[in-house]
């Protein structure tokens, strides 16, 4: 007999109790989720992943008393090793900052499809970031650069050359476009983009924008002047 696979243990924690519900029968139906607790605010959020240590905690942000982020702060604080995923109903980016901030792995909406709801419970657990490219957006318009973060101390392995690249990346720009706003070849753009994922210890370009956004190298006053062209053709665009 083969090994039992791992099940996915998950705390819910939002104050609308048909929407734990909800959640709740709809996990409880997907093989290797297993539902383990809920909370109804941040405060027992901590309290109870304490107590349970569950995998992933699907989190709303707001929430009366203790709220989303600072409840994402107490599991800090404790040492908790949950993986977040926010689930919510807003798109403010004043909200969606702070919580990727303070250590959420992924962000999505309420009205998220069930399948996907599931499959971003599975990516986070699996140590992926997952955001929608809105939220994204939203994180790099959002005057990061106020964070305080020691941008020069943040990346000291990264070149010049990456750094700009990796602003660009944050910037949710492809390989061909950073290679027309640096007068780069893309090939050469390739190169610096992988350097740059296996100097951060990071799997893809989402993470790495992340990862820029959280260390405030990526403010608005930073991006090249240089004016990126739309009418390129169509071609090989990832790295």
């Known amino acids: 007999m083969g090994a039992r696979p791992e099940v996915i243990r998950v705390l819910i924690a939002d104050d609308h109790r048909m ?10 139906l ?11 605010d941040g405060a027992e959020c901590a309290q109870i992943a304490a107590e349970l240590k569950p995998d992933v905690i699907l989190l709303d942000l707001v929430m009366p008393g203790v709220d989303g982020v600072a409840a994402m702060e107490l599991l800090r604080e404790a040492g908790s090793t949950a993986r977040v995923l926010v689930v919510t109903s807003f ?16 962000y ?9 709801l599931a499959a971003a419970v599975r990516s986070v657990h699996a140590g992926h970031v997952l955001l929608e490219p809105e939220v ?8 990061s650069s106020g964070s305080g973060a020691d941008s020069g101390s943040a990346a000291p392995a990264l070149t010049a050359r990456e750094r700009e690249v990796l602003i660009l990346i ?28 296996m100097k ?8 790495a924008a992340l990862w820029a956004v959280r260390h405030g190298i990526a403010p608005e006053d930073e991006e090249p002047s240089r004016s990126v062209g739309r009418g390129a053709s169509s071609g090989s665009q990832q790295g």
């Open 200 to 207: 951060l210890g990071v799997a893809d370009r989402t993470q």
């Open 170 to 197: 944050a910037r949710g720009r492809s390989n061909r476009e950073i290679a027309r706003t640096l007068v780069l070849a893309e090939k050469t753009v390739k190169t610096h983009v992988s350097n740059i994922l």
């Open 91 to 106: 798109t403010d980016r004043r909200m969606i900052v702070p919580a990727i901030k303070a250590g959420a792995r992924g």
């Open 136 to 143: 994204a957006a939203a994180l790099l318009d959002s005057g």
């Open 108 to 116: 999505v909406y309420k009205d998220v499809d069930p399948s996907a």
């Open 19 to 28: 929407v734990r519900q909800g959640l709740r029968t709809f996990l409880e």
């Open 30 to 40: 997907q093989d290797g989720i297993e539902v383990v607790g809920e909370a109804a």
